[in-house]
């Protein structure tokens, strides 16, 4: 059986290079990406090992090209990907590498120190030209007032007499900028600390200023304080510097002020002309760095990879010569062992490498190949467990199955074209929607399941068909066969009238689904639709969880466990045929043998609107009152009760000898279970005792040989049995054995929830139909066209959220369940563990994502 089904074949093996040698052949290694290597060093210190310091010189360049990376994204320059993967350096080209990007950044910070001091001072100097500018209006004013006074004094007022001009005070004042933010607190302690004497001006800086040192945008006001003495003037100094206000110094003499504004205005205009070429300067190394920074990153991550691999390396006596244990897939081990040869080549050693493989009874890790295609129904098993090692593989399987589960619960043709064109477009444009690398988390859960969206959506308009369902209405594609025998005007004045299918179909059913009569009907549409769908929910799932069962067999097989294949699967199988599978074919039995009808002799099944034909149609069909409950005969079945006489005189059973077969089917399958219960644990302490007495090479038992040493002959997913003790192993079989049984019949009602939600998808559907765009169609005339409009747009916005996000995703969980649990816990262990290769590929995958992060 292909790699497909089940996971690939893995060799451990040892692997001898030359220290020359070595890192050209684990470079063409992550190339390929087909080799795990072990740590043969778990207990050496991570900073005792041997290409610690090589790593290290990694660390500080990815750390410069981070900062080059970071610098970059400032000024928003675009940064060159051409999307390939250039080569590992060789070592002797580390040495350039970190050349290059020491000289960068130490130029780039250079850059950055002489913008930053030439944008503080741009700062100051623009602050103290709006200091001048905006104190020259206080000192006018100022000198105003002044005036005023002394001409009050000089000529008197309400009869105070005069003084002399030469007893006016002079006040000091200092001048300054602060955070526009800080001005009322400012303004409050000033006026507590000095209690009233002083006088603050100030007024607002119109243009928000640069902070030279995080370049964010603040606004400041500028602000002068009058007030008289040096204690004073030392109190107002130590406010201002406790609120972080810059003072400038400002000449009291209009000319001296007019002076120092000339000169300022001349620094700012030579300032904002070595800006400009600072700036051009820093963007010419920048866009020069920008053109090379992903292949930089790459080619650091792959020299930190293979030294960092390296360090799991053994040295042999002579310190020539590295050793590697590494886990690798048995078809691979030629284009390995070429890859080898090609990084021999590169380094120019004469010693080629060997590649031995090793004999172990360690579990080889879990590898699975697979495609763009296969990756997503593979990323569903994983998510549950891995598969132990060469255990049959559900993914295959659940390409098909997957999709149409889903689609029984989501079966609607309008909704499942809706998540089939979304699937599709994706497919078509996967190259360029890879290639954005966006790091939205939903989208890319969509765009990895682009293969399962679509898979869905198609198998939902199938399902659409079968049920005759497009947004809640019917397609009547070959006419209905359903024909009216009654009075014509009585049927369509009575909207009560409950009419039966019974001798109102006219020759064969219709052929393909639903016949359209039932989404005109009213009544009996749900209980047509309950029962229908309730049967084909239990009928998938009990083939479902037999498939699953079947699967086990595989694996016994394969693994040779004589044991779980005579003991377990064998019971198990008879147990879920005789009792639910029994169950699934009185529902074929009653479809056949009682029909709508007692007047045709072609043979239709129990639902006449269904398109199921049957090979039966030369029998006469028995009337459909005498049907018996299928329920109610399983239960009857199960409880050894016999059935009650119909009151019409119908046959009480639906064939002949059905008690006596139902009698023994039951007591077969409950025989069953001592069986899966006692017969495994007692016959491996018997083989126990045997090989206790005799301790021969060769005389194993067949009960031993069976699946009880580790892994059988393939290893793998085969039994422990002899490793565990025998109170434990009857515990866990016990375990097993009620977890089946009562399983099976959880099981079994757990696949009604395809009738469920198939059922509740259609009644949202056809709530939203009739509360929503039926009030828009019933609109008439010009104002009826924008009614409709908008009634549509917003029907539409709820079918897609709703009918096809939330219900699509309700509808996916519940399949992953069915899958999960109901499928999977049949054959599948999921105790593996993961083959995670050496790989160049991922590594920068993974770096990039984190980068992002």
């Known amino acids: ?92 080209e580390m040495i350039d590498l970190e050349a290059t990007f020491e000289k960068l950044e130490n130029e780039l910070r250079e850059v950055n120190q002489n913008a930053e001091a030439l944008k503080r001072n741009f700062l100051e100097l623009t602050e103290l030209k709006h200091i001048l500018r905006k104190t020259q209006v206080f000192f006018d004013e100022m000198a105003d007032n002044q ?83 040096d204690q004073l003037k030392t109190r107002v100094k130590k ?177 499942g074209a809706i998540m089939a064109l979304f699937g599709l477009w994706m497919i078509r444009k996967e190259k360029g929607l890879a290639a ?16 399962i969206i679509f898979l869905m959506g198609v198998f939902s308009m199938y399902t659409g068909l079968i049920y005759n369902d497009i947004f809640s209405k019917s397609l009547n594609i070959f006419g209905s066969h359903w024909h009216l025998s009654y009075n014509k005007s009585t049927v369509m004045e009575n909207k009560f009238l409950q009419l039966s299918p019974k001798g109102d179909y006219e020759g064969a059913p219709y052929p393909f689904g639903m016949d359209p009569i039932w989404q005109v009907a009213g009544a009996n549409k749900i209980i047509f639709h309950n029962a229908y769908k309730m049967k084909i929910s239990i009928i998938f799932g009990v083939i479902h969880m037999i498939f699953g069962v079947v699967m086990s067999w595989h694996n016994h097989t394969y693994f040779r466990n004589r044991i779980s294949l005579l003991y377990e699967f064998i019971p198990q199988l008879i147990f879920l045929l005789l009792l ?53 005969t399983f239960i009857d079945m199960v409880l050894f009760n016999t059935p009650k006489p119909h009151p019409e005189k119908c046959e009480t059973y639906m064939f002949f000898g059905q008690h006596t077969i139902q009698v023994l089917f039951v007591l077969v399958a409950v025989g069953c279970i001592p069986v899966m219960l006692l017969a495994k644990p007692l016959l491996i302490m018997q083989a126990r005792k045997q090989a206790n007495v005799q301790p021969i090479a060769g005389a194993t038992s067949d009960a031993e040989a069976g699946g009880m040493s580790n892994g059988g002959p393939h290893g793998g997913a ?85 009918l096809v996000l939330m219900e699509g995703l309700s509808a996916f969980l519940h399949t992953l369940r069915l899958h999960w649990v109901e499928f999977q816990s049949k054959f599948y262990k999921g105790q593996g563990y993961a083959f995670q290769p050496f790989s160049f590929d991922a590594i920068i995958e993974n770096g990039a994502a984190a980068a992002e992060e």
């Open 1 to 92: 059986m292909g790699s497909l089904f089940r996971s690939e074949e893995m060799a451990l093996c040892q692997l001898f290079l030359q220290s020359e040698a070595a890192y050209a052949c684990v470079s063409e290694l992550g190339e390929l990406g087909l080799v795990q290597f072990r740590d043969l060093n778990p207990d050496v210190n991570a900073f005792q090992r041997k290409f610690v310091n090589e790593v290290r010189r990694c660390d500080e360049m990815e750390r410069k090209l981070r900062y080059l990376e970071k610098e970059i994204k400032k000024d928003g320059i675009p940064m060159l990907d051409t999307g390939e993967s250039p080569e590992a350096p060789q070592p002797r």
């Open 147 to 229: 005036n005023e006074d002394e001409q009050a004094q000089l000529l008197g007022e309400e009869g105070v007499p005069a003084s002399q001009p030469g007893q006016n005070l002079k006040l000091g004042f200092v001048a300054g900028v602060i955070l526009r933010e800080r001005l009322p607190a400012f303004e409050r302690m000033l006026w507590r600390a000095c209690r009233g004497n002083v006088f603050l001006r100030q007024a607002m800086i119109e243009t928000p200023l640069e902070d030279p040192t995080n370049g964010d945008q603040v606004h400041k006001s500028v602000f002068i304080i009058f007030f008289q003495g």
């Open 239 to 415: 406010i201002c510097e406790g609120f972080r206000a810059t003072l400038y110094p400002c000449p009291e003499a209009p000319a001296d002020r007019r002076e120092m504004a000339m000169g300022v205005m001349t620094r700012i205009e030579d300032l904002n002309t070595v800006l400009g070429q600072t700036q051009d300067h820093r963007h010419r190394v920048l866009v020069a760095a920008a053109k090379n920074l992903k292949n930089w990153f790459v080619k650091v991550r792959k020299i930190k990879a293979i030294y960092h691999t390296l360090n799991l390396f053994n040295l042999d006596v002579t310190q020539k010569c590295l050793i590697a244990e590494c886990w690798v897939p048995l078809l691979d081990i030629e284009t390995i062992q070429l890859a080898l040869r090609r990084g021999t080549e590169r380094s120019g050693s004469s010693v080629p490498p060997i590649l031995n493989r090793m004999q172990t009874f360690e579990n080889p890790p879990t590898y699975n190949r697979t495609n763009k295609f296969t990756k997503a129904f593979q990323a569903l098993i994983d998510a549950y467990g891995v598969a132990s090692y060469r255990e049959m593989n559900p993914a295959p399987y659940t390409i098909i199955t997957f999709p149409f589960l889903f689609a029984v619960m989501f079966g609607d043709l309008g909704h």
């Open 436 to 451: 954005q690398k966006t790091d939205n988390e939903i989208w890319n859960i969509f765009f990895g399941g682009r293969y």
């Open 580 to 632: 639910f599978f029994y169950m699934v074919l009185l529902m074929f039995i009653k479809w056949i043998k009682f029909a709508a009808t007692n007047k045709s002799k072609l043979l239709v099944p129990r639902h006449n609107g269904c398109c199921l034909m049957t090979p039966f149609s030369h029998l006469e069909p028995y009337n459909e009152a005498c049907a018996p409950s299928i329920l109610i």
């Open 718 to 802: 085969g039994g422990h049995e002899e490793e565990e003790e025998l109170s434990e192993i009857f515990i866990h079989q016990s375990i097993h054995t009620i977890e089946y049984v009562l399983g099976s019949v959880s099981h079994t009602a757990s696949y009604l929830r395809l009738w469920a939600l198939s059922l509740a998808h259609a009644q949202l559907a056809e709530v939203l139909w009739t509360m929503v765009l039926s009030i828009g169609l019933k609109q008439e005339g010009p104002v009826g066209g924008i009614v409709l409009t908008c009634v549509f747009a917003f029907w539409a916005i709820l079918t897609v959220g709703i």
